[in-house]
């Protein structure tokens, strides 16, 4: 069992940044996948970005390549999601997962642990 817990959502303008951190409780933190979702209003929840056990592989939807860089320290049992040149359309709650039983994934399925959300509202 691990418990997740997002920060760093918030109010931004468009064309900002912000780095979204995502705790995880446990000592098996370094043998999980990691992964960012997010849901917009009305909008089903999506694949923003995942990361390997280690940190070697890195998958982005195509929407965020090249804005977002997600990134882990496994001794901090903490991954990370910088966000920058933010858009309107990125409004969303992000959501922080875990996968422990794949190295790295981009389907929701296969992450079993989710994080209660954080809120990132990008005006215009």
């Known amino acids: 069992q691990v418990q997740l817990v997002e920060s760093g959502g918030g109010l931004v303008q468009s064309g900002g940044s912000l780095r979204l951190s995502c705790a995880a409780s446990?000592?098996?933190?370094?043998?999980?996948?990691m992964g960012w979702f997010r849901q917009a209003p009305v909008k089903e929840r999506e694949f923003v970005s995942s990361?390997?056990?280690?940190?070697?592989?890195?998958y982005y939807a195509d929407s965020v390549k090249g804005r977002f860089t997600i990134s882990r320290d496994n001794a901090k049992n903490t991954v990370y999601l910088q966000m920058t040149s933010l858009k309107p359309e990125d409004t969303a709650v992000y959501y922080c997962?875990?996968?422990?039983?794949?190295?790295?994934?981009?389907?929701?399925?296969?992450?079993?642990?989710w994080g209660q959300g954080t809120q990132v509202t990008v005006s215009s």
């Open positions: 990361i390997s056990r280690s940190g070697a592989r890195t």
């Open positions: 997962a875990a996968a422990p039983r794949v190295g790295v994934s981009i389907q929701q399925s296969t992450y079993d642990y």
């Open positions: 446990g000592r098996t933190f370094g043998s999980y996948a």
